[in-house]
Nanobody, 122 residues
Framework: VQLQASGGGLVQAGGSLRLSCAFS????????LGWFRQAPGKEREFVAT????????DYADSVRGRFTISRDKANDTVYLQIDNLKPEDTAVYYC????????????????WGQGTLVTVSS
C-alpha cells in the first residue's frame, strides 16, 4: 500500500485548505483511513479518521467542527477539508491506513504517506 498526500501550503489564518491523499497498491475499502499532524518540536497527533464506507468519522477535539474528513471510493482518495485555519494548525499532515476497528492511535496505522506541510500565518 502506498499513500501520497498533497494540498498543503501557506495560508492566512481564517482561510481554508483541502488536503488529498491518494491510495494505491491495495483494496481501498479494506482500510480505515486517518490524518495525523506533527508540529515542530511536538509529537505526532491524531486529527481524524474515517471508516471504509464513510459512515463513521471521528475527530480530535482541537479540530472538531473545523475539519472534515471524507473519502472518494471512485478515486481511492481520502480528503481533509480544513476551514477557519489557525496558526496552531501549522504542521506536517500525514495520511495513514489501518485495519484496526476504530484507529485513533498512530500505532494502529500500518501504512503512512510522506506528509504535506500546512503553514498558517497570523
Amino acid at each position: 500500500v502506498q499513500l501520497q498526500a498533497s494540498g498543503g501550503g501557506l495560508v492566512q489564518a481564517g482561510g481554508s485548505l483541502r488536503l488529498s491523499c491518494a491510495f494505491s497498491g491495495g483494496t481501498f475499502i479494506s482500510y480505515r483511513l486517518g490524518w495525523f499532524r506533527q508540529a515542530p518540536g511536538k509529537e505526532r497527533e491524531f486529527v481524524a479518521t474515517i471508516n471504509w464506507s464513510g459512515s463513521y468519522t471521528d475527530y480530535a477535539d482541537s479540530v472538531r467542527g473545523r475539519f472534515t474528513i471524507s473519502r472518494d471510493k471512485a478515486n481511492d482518495t481520502v480528503y481533509l477539508q480544513i476551514d477557519n485555519l489557525k496558526p496552531e494548525d501549522t504542521a506536517v499532515y500525514y495520511c495513514a491506513a489501518s485495519q484496526a476497528a476504530i484507529p485513533k492511535q498512530a500505532s494502529q496505522y500500518r501504512y503512512w504517506g510522506q506528509g504535506t506541510l500546512v503553514t498558517v500565518s497570523s
